[in-house]
């Protein structure tokens, strides 16, 4: 099946788009929370003014963690903020970094229900962060969450968040930007020949590990310990989590992580590329907005108009990866895991039942003209897998299930997402304690429509459940339930690295021996063994990961 050329643009973006406690008594921090107005706290760059949440904890939004990068420090690492006088106001979010709205849905809505999602961006200012907290910090020291958001290196904002149900648990939840698409993850080789490490890329892996920096020296103050830092993550957030975790620059900056429906480990996942094949994308890119010189390519590059930059109907890159070579990243994560080089810290990794149904219903339903036929279905496999189609029409035949769209889908969701998921927590948990998880509630509410394809457990429908989304049909009672005790279960692995407790499910942890996952649905929270073969992993094991 062939998508309409006017959409193949709009299909290449939405490719990309396939993170109670008992608190312990803080140490004397430098900084203090003024005593005169408890929404006024004073960082190290200054003092910000945030506001009342729900359920009386504070918000503090648009605190910068670094320096803008813009003109002479586009595509260098970030630097500190710079100091402010006086009280900075934190009561609104900060530009998302720069991206186009995916405004895509044939009424003009955007196809995600974030608020960046419907705006973009042309700001290059974005380097900001958003703090949740409980409601009582003062002489607290709260675990502390740090959430990157998804959209494929490409899309989404820390403001798209709201932490408000983990804080209600006793987390401080910190929601970050960071540079996306070409400004995040571009590599050229005038770049690398400006870099100390002669390497280039990476940008957006670098402003998270300064963000998670700015947390290490600022987190006290909003009654967080610097010493239960988890870092998590959803989709791209999940992937760039698992690369954070490979990464040495990141050690010591966090103490858990939480990746939700991304991997980088598998080769079916969102692997980093080598710095050769990411310089020679980025050539392809530069020549695209007009930077061929090799010369003047770098200056060329940082002259480029922002609405270029983002625009990308090259085709250049479909998907904005990060690369190995640079420092942030110099071994793959497999390779990174094998030679003892990974951040070993407890893993709490999970996928949803039905992740490519969402991409299913926007590509081919919303996007496409409409739901496959069993012919049309055969034909995509053909194009899409040339040297496994006959394999995985045999595994998925359309007579198999409800629907060619529901078996596109299936093939879709065990490939890239839960059979890598599963071969991240098989690699992990020979080192670290991993708790494995599926989202599996057929009637979580979806983002966009759907006529042809049940969405059931799409790509990041949990999310509404740990993060509240008032853009979405409320959550039943049965969901709110089972919201309830997701937050505790996150909550809980903030606080220890283990997301069990009193009043909840037994969660056990996962071994290669048992293979087991905790499902999460409303009316079911337990363990099952049946993961691997319900997602046919077998079938897409690569090298022994997946």
Known sequence: MR????????????????????PITAPADVFAVADHDPLVVRTAAGAVR?????????????????????????????????????IRDATAPGHPCPQPPLTLLPDGGPVLPGESNRTGSTSEDCLFLNVWTPAHTRG????VLVWLHGGGNAYGAGSDYDGSALARHGVVVVTVNYRLGALGFLAHPALSAESSDRASGDYGLMDQQAALRWVRHNIGV???????????????????????????????????AVQQSGSCVSDTALAPLTLAVAEQRGSSFAASVGCTDPAA?????????????????????SLWAANTGPRVLPLSPRAAWSAGRANAVPVLSGSTHDEYRYFTALRVDLLGGGPLTPAAYAALIKAQYPAEAAAILD?????????????????????FFACPARGDSRLYSGRVPVYAYEFNDPEAPPFIPAPHTP????????????????????????QRRLSVTMTGYWARFAATGNPNGPGSPVWPRYTTDRDGVQVLAPNRTAPTADFAADHRCAFWQRDGVS
Request: glycine share 10%; charged share 15%; proline share 12%.
């Open 222 to 256: 909003f009654g967080g310990d610097r010493h239960r830092v988890t870092l998590g993550g959803q989709s791209a957030g999940s992937a760039d989590t698992c690369l954070n975790i490979a990464s040495p620059t990141a050690k010591g900056l966090f103490h858990r």
């Open 3 to 22: 998508l309409p050329s006017a959409r193949r643009t709009a299909t290449r973006a939405m490719t990309a788009l396939a993170a109670l406690l008992l």
């Open 395 to 415: 595994t998925y035949p359309a007579s198999a299930y409800p629907s060619p769209n529901v078996a596109y889908s299936a093939v879709g969701t065990d490939r």
């Open 140 to 143: 607290r020291a709260w675990p």
């Open 297 to 317: 390519a770098a200056a060329c590059l940082r002259a480029a108009p922002v609405t270029e930059l983002i625009a990308d109907d090259s085709g250049a890159s």
């Open 455 to 478: 969405q059931g457990a799409f790509h990041a429908s949990e999310l509404a459940y740990l993060f509240p989304m008032d853009s979405l049909r409320p959550l039943t009672p049965a």
């Open 50 to 86: 945030g506001a009342v949440g729900p359920g009386g904890g504070r918000i503090f939004q648009g605190i910068p963690f670094a320096t803008p990068p813009t003109g002479a420090l586009r595509w260098r690492p970030p630097r500190p903020p710079a100091p402010w006088s006086g």
